[in-house]
């Protein structure tokens, strides 16, 4: 996608924007005015937020709203006294649950796998219904449910032809500098966007391997993460339910690939931005008893799309710049794979009535 790491000038001139270490200081500025903004709108009232859903600490696929106290409190081990935060009390519980700015999101990761009372607990990244998140589907109009048919086949990938042919030109002496430069300046800013700096080291590093992101802590420390798994999750659930008869075993996959954007994040919506993802599934049923063992997919190209551009911190940067080193052989794009292999079992209806219905991580699959 064309979206990365927005970087900034250098001694050599180019045309990336302002230096990384002034942008660590503005993001730092940001977020101490985000949490100016959120203390003085928390204190008056108690925001009532969902559990998420599949929990895996409850098991239950359709949750019961919580309020912020119990819900962090249950998954992060956070103890808010009365359910209400308070300026200075609370403010280092609230920077590790990781409500401040992307540069917290690798202690957010850190407090939900302290919190786990499993290992093999799944725990996605909470939704306030009382705050309005920016969408992160890509289609046009509502969210739409996936479809599956029978079959283990993968949907077709969407086009994505990037910047053009690998090593087509010749490399300049300019353009192996301004890699140097950029390369040198990654170290400022690792700390805040840690997954856009290894993707954009990984094109530098010009190998056109393909990089195998973690898809279980997208869907745990992202809202795009969680409502692409939910999405799939609750659409194949009902898929199995409505075809499968007893003893029988079935196999099916989406017909096409979901497509997701990392909206509000700026860490990955500089690494990959926006992603493509499905799910495979084979589903048993025995009696009333049913088994799912379930894949959840992504991918994605990072490459530089010739004739677009992005803006970095206000100033307007082409892909055909970026894209140049991957024409000229001094970088390579490479495809993005995330696979999230999990087990649910439950009993007749998975939305009925005093269902539990449980989910575990398949390590042993994780890819």
Do not use: C
């Not at 003085?40 to 912020?68: D, M």
């Not at 279980?216 to 992202?222: A, N, S």
């Amino acid at each position: 996608m064309r979206l990365r790491l927005r970087i900034g000038p250098n001694a050599f001139g180019n045309a990336l924007g302002s230096t990384l270490v002034e942008a660590g200081k503005d993001a730092a500025r940001r977020a101490q005015i985000e949490a100016d903004q959120m203390r003085a709108g928390q204190e008056e009232a108690q925001i009532e937020k969902e559990v998420w859903e599949a929990s895996s600490s409850q098991n239950y696929l359709v949750p019961k709203p919580r309020s912020l106290a119990e819900a962090y409190a249950a998954t992060y081990g956070l103890q808010l006294t009365d359910g209400v935060y308070h300026p200075g009390t609370d403010d280092a519980d609230y920077l590790d649950a990781g409500f401040i700015g992307d540069y917290k999101k690798k202690s957010l990761w850190e407090q939900v796998n302290k919190s786990r009372v499993r290992p093999d607990e799944l725990i996605p990244y909470p939704k306030d219904y009382n705050v309005k998140e920016p969408k992160n589907w890509v289609a046009k109009g509502e969210e739409v449910d996936p479809v599956f048919r029978i079959g283990a086949s993968d949907p077709p990938r969407r086009p994505d032809i990037g910047s053009g042919t690998w090593k087509s030109e010749d490399a300049t002496l300019v353009s192996r500098m301004e890699k140097q430069s950029i390369l040198s300046s990654l170290n400022g800013v690792e700390v805040i966007w840690p997954d856009a700096v290894a993707h954009l080291r990984h094109y530098f590093e010009n190998t056109g391997e393909p990089l195998t992101v973690n898809l279980q802590r997208i869907v745990e420390t992202t809202p795009a993460g969680r409502d692409f798994y939910i999405n799939q999750r609750n659409a194949a659930l009902s898929f199995a339910q409505d075809n499968l008869r007893d003893g029988e075993t079935i196999t099916f996959t989406s017909t096409a690939m979901e497509q997701r954007r990392f909206s509000g994040d700026e860490n990955w919506i500089r690494a990959i931005g926006t992603f493509s993802g499905w799910s495979t599934a084979t589903a048993t049923r025995s009696g009333n008893d049913y088994s799912m063992s379930f894949d959840l997919k992504i991918y994605d190209k990072y490459n530089w799309n010739s004739g677009q551009s992005f803006d970095s911190f206000g100033k307007d940067i082409s892909d055909d710049f970026m894209g140049k080193f991957h024409k000229q052989g001094v970088a390579r794009e490479y495809e993005v794979f995330g696979n999230l292999p999990l087990k649910f079992t439950w009993k007749g209806n998975p939305y009925g009535d005093n269902v539990t219905t449980a989910v575990r991580i398949q390590k042993n699959g994780l890819k």
